[in-house]
């Protein structure tokens, strides 16, 4: 079974440039988050969809980030414009669904932006 | 709002000895799950164990098992007989009907 695919794995951009990352879930798989991890400490939650729709976007900086998810399956996350202190890895994850919320998210090799 | 605090920041162990690692979280929600999850140097997140608050009975998986007090708000991960591949970073993380939330981690070292 393929894992949660994400691209670029690196990415270095000047301040106030706009970025683009994409998540491609498990095949199947409803439910998808973005995490932002800043260097030392743990994930935080960005944005969950549910199919192509949007479930929890409270921690989202909406007047600099955005996601979609067109047609339910992969996703993209963009900044714009950035700022240094948007320098972090962003994690995509999956799941089957999300709730119960017992179910496993299974996350990709994240990408991770610097931004000078 | 949930929190997750991970107290260690860092962690070392002898190989093949055991290592505990602690978590305490704060809610006032009562169904909720946590998890350990374990990030090694090439950053892929891995699910290491979970448990959920409604069972009493500690959960185990292999080498890993969990000590939860849920009155404490704790929940600690205990890792015996420790491997080389052991060597990561490990997120505790607490998920209710509002999302994951993750603490800041602890790196474990292996020193063999």
């Known amino acids: 079974e393929a894992g949660v695919a994400q691209s670029p794995r690196y990415k270095i951009i000047e301040k106030r440039q706009s970025v683009a990352f994409w998540c491609n879930p498990i095949s199947g798989h409803a439910t998808l988050y973005w995490y932002q991890q800043i260097l030392g400490q743990g994930p935080k939650l960005l944005i969950q969809?549910?199919?192509?729709?949007?479930?929890?976007d409270s921690q989202l900086p909406k007047d600099r980030f955005s996601a979609e998810r067109l047609k339910g399956v992969d996703s993209t996350l963009k900044i714009q414009p950035a700022k240094l202190e948007d320098s972090a890895v962003y994690l995509c994850a999956s799941s089957l669904m999300g709730t119960p919320v017992s179910y496993e998210q299974y996350f990709g090799p994240g990408t991770r932006l610097t931004v000078t | 709002a949930q929190t997750v605090t991970q107290s260690q920041p860092e962690m070392s162990v002898q190989e093949a000895e055991t290592v505990t690692l602690s978590c305490t979280y704060d809610t006032s929600e009562s169904d909720y799950y946590l998890f350990w999850y374990k990030q090694p140097p090439s950053r892929q997140m891995i699910l290491v164990i979970r448990?959920?608050?409604?069972?009493?009975q500690n959960a185990t998986e292999n080498r890993f098992s969990v000590n939860f007090q849920k009155a404490a708000k704790s929940f600690s991960l205990k890792i015996s007989d420790s491997q080389l591949g052991d060597a990561a970073m490990y997120f505790c993380?607490?998920?209710?009907?509002?999302?994951?939330?993750f603490g800041a981690g602890t790196r474990l070292t292996v020193k063999p």
């Open positions: 993380a607490y998920r209710s009907l509002g999302g994951m939330r």
């Open positions: 448990q959920e608050a409604y069972k009493q």
């Open positions: 969809f549910q199919n192509n729709g949007v479930v929890d």
